[in-house]
């Protein structure tokens, strides 16, 4: 079974460089229109077995179980403890790999989760496919089993999830997506969602209403 794993910063915390632009209700919205947008895509891809979203936000927690998802509410330190101590539970439950999904990356549809899929699956029953995001992180990560490499998201975490397959001899892909290489995390990042294919809907609503205010 494939599990797929979405981690959310707590409201406050979120989406930090939007907040000269956005208000803060705005923002918080904002991100969880996003989580809403990324699960819908994965529960739409049928190679997804469960879907989890881990956070240690009771009110994203709430949200993720209203979008279908399962909450795992966690108060580790730091997004790959957090990340780590899901990938426990779940592989526990049975995942024989897992793909893990940053929450900001509304672009995100079945079609590019199938993508990622079918590239793990050509790996075999011991690989690694990476989707990365255009600053340099990493916006996907597929592993085959789930501990086949260690959690280390964050700034240039491609290079370093790249390195590590290579050192430990894992098969290992790399993906590119137009979608999933976009994070909302700065304004020209919203304006480059904006312009591009009509995924993630819920986001649009949400940065369509803030447009349509900007220009009142």
Do not use: Y
């Not at 939007?18 to 991100?31: H, K, N, Y």
């Not at 795992?72 to 592989?91: P, T």
């Amino acid at each position: 079974m494939i599990a797929a794993l979405v981690p959310v910063k707590r409201l406050e915390q979120s989406k930090s460089r939007l907040r000269p632009g956005l208000a803060p209700d705005t923002l918080r919205e904002l991100t969880l229109a996003m989580l809403a947008d990324v699960v819908d895509a994965l529960r739409a891809a049928p190679e997804i077995g469960t879907v989890a979203v881990v956070t240690e936000d009771p009110k994203v927690a709430s949200a993720a179980s209203s979008f279908g998802a399962r909450p795992l509410l966690r108060s580790d330190e730091g997004l790959n403890a957090s990340l780590d101590g899901a990938r426990e539970v779940l592989s526990r439950e049975g995942a024989t790999a897992l793909l893990v999904v940053l929450g900001d990356v509304p672009g995100l549809s079945a079609t590019d989760v199938r993508a990622i899929c079918e590239a793990g699956a050509a790996l075999g029953p011991r690989g690694a496919v990476l989707v990365p995001a255009r600053d340099g992180g990493t916006a996907a990560l597929l592993r085959t089993p789930p501990d086949v490499l260690e959690s280390r998201f964050g700034p240039e975490s491609a290079a370093r999830h790249r390195d590590e397959a290579t050192r430990n001899g894992v098969p290992f892909r790399e993906l590119a997506s137009a979608a999933l290489a976009i994070d909302l995390d700065r304004p020209e990042d919203v304006e480059a969602f904006l312009a591009g294919p009509g995924a993630g809907p819920r986001t649009r609503a949400v940065l369509g209403v803030r447009d349509r205010a900007a220009r009142s």
